[in-house]
C-alpha cells in the first residue's frame, strides 16, 4: 500500500540539548541514597504532533505506531548542564500502538530533569544514524535509522513520587527522504541503492546504502527510495543502483545541490540518463560482490 509523509512543524531543541547528547559522556548511574521512588513518564500519540508522521494517502491522520523495538531503543537520562547521566535500568514498555510508559527508580526529595532518547544504535550515550538502511513495509524507511530526542522535562521526587506534567514530547532530530529514481529497466529487480556524498550522510559516513530484497522496477520505470539521513545544506549526490542485471549509476550535476533539513521530509526525483546504456553486470561473487562490466568498453 502507498504511504505519504506528511511534516509537521518540528520547534528545534536548544543548542545545548542537541550538543549534549552528540557528544560521548561517561555513563553513570543515579545516586541511590536515602529512600527510592519510582516515577512514570508517558509518550503518547498526542506528544507526535511535532514530529514527522506517517499517513494513509489521502488522509491527514498520523498513523505513527510505537513498536517493540522502539521500547527496547530508549535509553532515560538525567541532565546537568551539558552532562548527561543513564537513568540505571528504566523499565519501558509498549503499553499501546499510540502509548509508551518509561518508568525509573530515583531517590527522593530531589528535583530532576529528564531527557529520553530513542536511536537504533548507539555509542556509549551517543545516538548513531546507521549508514546501512533497509526499509520495512510498515514505515517505508527504516525506523532503527531514527533518532528522536524528547523535551528535557523538570520534575520535583518526594517520597510519595513525582508531581508535574510527566508526558514526553519526542521530537526528530534526522531528516526522512524519498527519492524517485526515473529511466530504470522495467522488470529488474534492485537489491540495493548507494547513495555517496560530498557531505556527511550518516554518523561519520557521506555514503549509505538502502537495502533491498530484489524489488521489480514498475512498468513506468521509477523506483522510489526512502532513506534517512543527517541534517545538512548543499549537498551533492552521486546515486548507484544494482539490480539483478546491469548497475545504475549518475551524480548530480555540478553546481546542482539539495538541503536536508532538520526534521523535515525532503522528497525529490533523480533521473538517470537515457542516451547511454547501464553498466552490465557480468558475474556476482561471494553472492555480494559484483563485477561490472561496460557495454561499450
Not at 543548542?15 to 519510582?38: I, N, R, Y
Not at 556509549?124 to 526499509?135: D, V, Y
Not at 521489480?216 to 552521486?238: A, H, K, Q, R, W
Amino acid at each position: 500500500m502507498k504511504r505519504i509523509f506528511y511534516a509537521f512543524g518540528i520547534l528545534a531543541l536548544s543548542a545545548l540539548s542537541f550538543s549534549a547528547c552528540q557528544k560521548e559522556q561517561d555513563t553513570k548511574e543515579e545516586p541511590q541514597s536515602g529512600e527510592l521512588v519510582t516515577i512514570s513518564f508517558t509518550a503518547e500519540k498526542a506528544g507526535m504532533a511535532t514530529r514527522t508522521g506517517i499517513a494513509e494517502e489521502g488522509t491527514s491522520e498520523v498513523s505513527y505506531k510505537w513498536t517493540e523495538e522502539d521500547a527496547a531503543n530508549i535509553k532515560l537520562f538525567t541532565v546537568d548542564g551539558s552532562t548527561l547521566t543513564q537513568v540505571s535500568s528504566p523499565t519501558i514498555t509498549k503499553v499501546s500502538d499510540d502509548k509508551l510508559t518509561i518508568s525509573a527508580t530515583v531517590a527522593a526529595n530531589a528535583t530532576y530533569t529528564f531527557r529520553a532518547i530513542l536511536a537504533g544504535a548507539w555509542d556509549g550515550n551517543t545516538p548513531i544514524l546507521s549508514a546501512n538502511q533497509t526499509p520495512n513495509s510498515t514505515y517505508n524507511f527504516d525506523p532503527t535509522a531514527d533518532i528522536l530526542i524528547s523535551d528535557d522535562k523538570t520534575v520535583s521526587v518526594g517520597e510519595g513520587g513525582a508531581t508535574g506534567d510527566m508526558l514526553l514530547v519526542f521530537r526528530r532530530q534526522v531528516v526522512v527522504n524519498k527519492m524517485t529514481i526515473k529511466n530504470l529497466t522495467a522488470g529488474e529487480k534492485i537489491s540495493g541503492v548507494v547513495i555517496s556524498s560530498n557531505k556527511e550522510l550518516a554518523s561519520g559516513q557521506t555514503a549509505l546504502t538502502v537495502n533491498y530484497n530484489n524489488e521489480e522496477i514498475p512498468d513506468n520505470g521509477e523506483f522510489v527510495v526512502y532513506f534517512v539521513t543527517t541534517p545538512n545544506t548543499g549537498v551533492s549526490l552521486t546515486v548507484a543502483v544494482t539490480t539483478d542485471k546491469n548497475y545504475y549509476s549518475k551524480s548530480f550535476a555540478d553546481g546542482k545541490s539539495i538541503d536536508f533539513n532538520l526534521g523535515q521530509f525532503t522528497k525529490f526525483n533523480f533521473a538517470l540518463p537515457t542516451a547511454a546504456p547501464p553498466l552490465a553486470i557480468e558475474s556476482l561473487v561471494d553472492g555480494n560482490k559484483i563485477i561490472i562490466k561496460n557495454p561499450l568498453v
